[in-house]
């Protein structure tokens, strides 16, 4: 007599199929359960605000802007960054003395 056949074996009705990017990835790292740290994308532009005609004030608070984006995205402590001053705008007098300035950096 021959055996009954049940048919082919099937995978329980929970179980999937491994992606392609899981089956590259070693077992070990799956199964690590520290997350790692993502890096935040950078914005290349940024600003910065005076309201009493101040230009090194609006700088300064650029430049604080993107060396905090840039040490909060590193994984180094102190990272340094180069950096061009791009546009520089302000609005000046009328009845209530205006002396707003804008500056905005850029990232390289």
Known sequence: MHPVSRGPIRAPVNAR???????LVPARSRLD??????????SPVYTGHSSDGNLQGALDQALARAQQAIS??????????????????GLRGGFIRLRDIDVEITVR
Do not use: G
């Open 72 to 89: 909060d995205s590193s994984v180094i402590s102190d990272a340094t960054f180069s950096w061009d001053l791009t546009a520089i705008h």
């Open 33 to 42: 359960p520290a997350p790692r740290r993502r890096l935040a994308p950078l």
């Open 17 to 23: 199929k491994r992606t392609r990017r899981e089956a």
